[in-house]
């Protein structure tokens, strides 16, 4: 476990979340002594559901559950990680702030806006995801823009939001988002497992 004076920061579009989703927050939790997750609009993403109700959809995940050194941060979100990360370092100053992004994220993070000023703001940590091998090249291309990465030892469900949203599969989304998701009428999922 990490000092206390650490904070892993996970965004997602939740979109919906999945059991993959709750399978990392539950795993993060296993490895720092804080994690703050939020729902996010991704500026190259069309999303099924506005950022309120996904925002609505992952507190139920975290509701769920209940541990609390999770929380819900929804005044983190935004589209651009600097930003997000400028407003965690306001809000928890003197810490260690931990960026926690898929492996599929890796190779993009070079091109982000100010990537550069992301990456000296946190630790990036990385978590494998199933089709997307972290590769050297990704860390080199990370470190030479001054990147402090590790990889996550965490092995998450091969679950996606997009597959989630075209080919609805109710044993992919996370249970507690269930109540809503039927309210809402949100991805055509209409029954619940």
């Known amino acids: 476990m990490r000092s206390i004076s650490t904070v892993a920061l ?3 579009s939740a979109d919906p979340p999945t059991r993959g989703h709750q399978a990392l927050l539950e795993g993060l939790l296993d490895l720092y002594p804080r994690v703050a997750t939020w729902a996010s609009d991704n500026p190259v993403k069309d999303h099924g559901a506005p950022l309120a109700r996904r925002a609505a959809l992952l507190a139920a995940v975290v509701a769920a559950i209940a541990d609390p050194r999770l929380e819900l941060v929804q005044e983190l979100s935004s589209p651009w990680a ?6 965690a370092a306001r809000r928890w100053p003197a810490t260690e702030l931990v960026f926690v992004v898929g492996s599929d994220l890796a190779g993009q993070i070079p091109r982000w806006k100010q990537a550069t000023a992301v990456l000296q703001l946190c630790r990036l940590a990385v978590v494998p995801r199933a089709g997307w091998p972290l590769g050297e090249p990704q860390l080199e291309a990370l470190r030479n823009l001054g990147g402090v990465v590790e990889e996550l030892p965490l092995r998450i469900p091969p679950t996606t939001s997009s597959q989630a949203r075209r080919q609805p599969a109710p044993d992919q989304v996370a249970a507690a988002a269930w109540p809503l998701l039927l309210q809402h009428n949100l991805y055509g999922l209409t029954a619940r497992p």
């Open 10 to 12: 996970l965004g997602t």
């Open 82 to 87: 600097i930003t997000t990360l400028q407003r």
